[in-house]
């Protein structure tokens, strides 16, 4: 798609830089849903002791219940990155066939107008021959009348 002969400049290199930005992005993102799930489990796993007096065991069903949902919350997050990346990649790979097909037709379409140029010489030194031998055979004697 980059039309411009510079190197490095385009809309080619903005769409590398987009890329390169949002996988930077993904990458956080999974590294803070991540953190978010072990944090959340091993607060989960330090809450679940059993203890005696009934109050403290139910602020404790409460912080599991709380840190349960926390886990289930960053397991989506993850989930939905995902699909965006496994979207990204399908239109990433459309986007690198189009550029491809592209490039195609161009090179077809230089070779077409290079053929055409060609055929149109041909006719005319065809035609150019055709009158020198045209012009013989009207000027030999071997004419027949």
């Known amino acids: ?17 987009a890329a390169a930005q949002k996988q930077k992005t993904l990458m956080q993102r ?27 065991n139910t602020q404790e069903t409460f912080m599991m219940e ?29 986007a690198s066939l189009n550029d491809h097909v592209e490039q195609r037709t161009n090179e077809f379409n230089r070779q077409a107008e290079k053929t055409d140029r060609m055929l149109a010489r041909i006719g005319e030194e065809a035609a150019a021959s055709l009158k020198e031998i045209e012009a013989h055979y009207y000027s030999s004697g071997h004419r027949i009348d």
Request: charged share 20%; glycine share 10%; no cysteine.
């Open 30 to 56: 999974v590294e803070t849903d991540i953190a978010n799930i072990v944090d959340n489990f091993s607060q989960l796993v330090n809450v679940a002791r059993v203890n005696d007096p009934p109050v403290r």
């Open 1 to 17: 798609m980059n039309k411009g002969g510079g190197g490095g400049s385009g809309p080619t290199a903005a769409a590398a830089a």
């Open 66 to 94: 709380m840190r349960a949902s926390r886990m289930v919350q960053a397991a989506d997050s993850l989930l939905k990155l995902v699909s965006e990346l496994k979207q990204t990649a399908i239109f990433s790979g459309f």
